[in-house]
């Protein structure tokens, strides 16, 4: 299944595109559903579609979203319900651990009460995304649309369950747990009790469901697409957005354009604003194409509402013989709504493949220059908001307020670091091999 998520600058017009992107899916006969994270309304009132329902069933057993609503043809829409998937995951949790609890003499919570703990949103949208992928045969979607939050909450969320991966296995290493034959004996020398069997295989159940989402992730099949409102205070914004997705391993398919003004208009005001958009236009086509596609989207003149007309439009007869839109259009073409923009956004690819090379790789440069080069890509980044620890085997790289613990590859363990340097968008550590550790020659 292809998964894209949309994210963006604040207030870009993610949930459109998100929706725009939905739809043009759709119009290519793909089962499409739509996610949103937004509980403020705003998506139903896009969409044009009543408050979100939740899907029957016992709480244990719901999927952290609202029943799909079908808004056209082959597209669904639902929304992330993370108080009600919260209270329905720690009611389940209260019934498997009722005996503890009435042992301890607590109260259980009543879900009445219960409500979503900070956080939480982030977890129940990596929870949607790894159920989304584990619909029966033949009753899931073929294309998965996610409304993501703004780009860093974004990366954040995505950085999340290598994260968690990484503090379990530290607090709790799979390798150290003894037989259950063994344990009361080793409590005993210890002279502190050991951790429980079961606290390991809730752990080993918590590795699990973390790789998989993981997985998602970092699946050849999963797009990421940045929506940004050209002008000079967004582009900072999405080059440490681009940062940040690079240093997690996302692939951005492509960057949208939204809410772009007329040109060639007489108002100063309106022109001295758009000549400030083209001008952030321009830099967005040097930094990103052709690498990755800039799409564009024209302001509309007011808030989309609804599908508007599901297909594909037909081309007005003069467009194929102007390249600049004529004064009268806005007024005899009035956008419908968003089945205006899901011809120019575009639908999602087939399965996008892997830059090539490898971009994490270490190229052997021992010959030549007595070193080992890593090298990874990290786009957007700059040199003074960046920063490498050399930590035992690990290596801790922070690009501006991103964060990322790298496990080394086998043969750096065994070197030391002896420079670094970021260019053209690539950050090239280079790796001495250490006297004491490196095989020797016989």
Known sequence: MR??????????????????????????????LLLTADSDGTPEALLGIGAPRSVPGRSADRLPWSVPAELAPGLWAARIVTDEWFRGELTALQDRGHGLLDLLGATPL????????????????????????????????????????????????????????RYLRRLLPAERQAARALRPMLAQLAGVPMPAQKLYETAERWERELAAVQGVIESEATTVRLVVEP????????????????????????????????????????AALS????????ELYEQ????????????????????GDPRPAEPHPGDAQRAEPHPGDGARRAPAGLADLAGAVGAPGARPDRPAPDPWTVEDRLAEDGVLLWRLPLPGAARDGLSLVRRGDELIVTVAPFHRVLPLPSALRRCTVSGAGLRDGWLQVRFTPDPDLWPKRV
């Open 3 to 32: 998964t894209v998520l949309v994210t963006g600058t604040g207030g870009a017009g993610r949930t459109t595109v998100a929706a725009a992107t939905a739809l043009a899916a759709a119009r290519e006969g793909q089962r499409t």
């Open 110 to 165: 009543d879900g009445e009460e219960l409500t979503a703990l900070p956080g939480v949103e982030a977890i129940a949208l990596l929870r949607a995304l790894r159920a989304a992928q584990t619909a029966p045969p033949g009753t899931g979607w073929d294309v998965l649309v996610v409304d993501m939050p703004p780009a860093p909450d974004t990366v954040a969320v995505l950085a999340l369950p290598e994260q968690l991966r």
């Open 231 to 270: 002008g000079p205070l967004a582009d900072r914004a999405l080059r440490t957005a681009r940062a940040g997705l690079a240093l997690h391993g996302c692939r951005v398919e492509a960057v949208i354009a939204n809410r772009l003004l007329p040109t060639g208009t007489s108002d100063p005001w309106l």
């Open 275 to 282: 000549g400030q958009q083209q001008d952030a236009l321009k």
């Open 288 to 307: 990103w194409a052709p690498a990755v596609p800039v799409r564009e989207l024209p302001h509309l003149g007011r808030d989309p509402h609804g599908l």
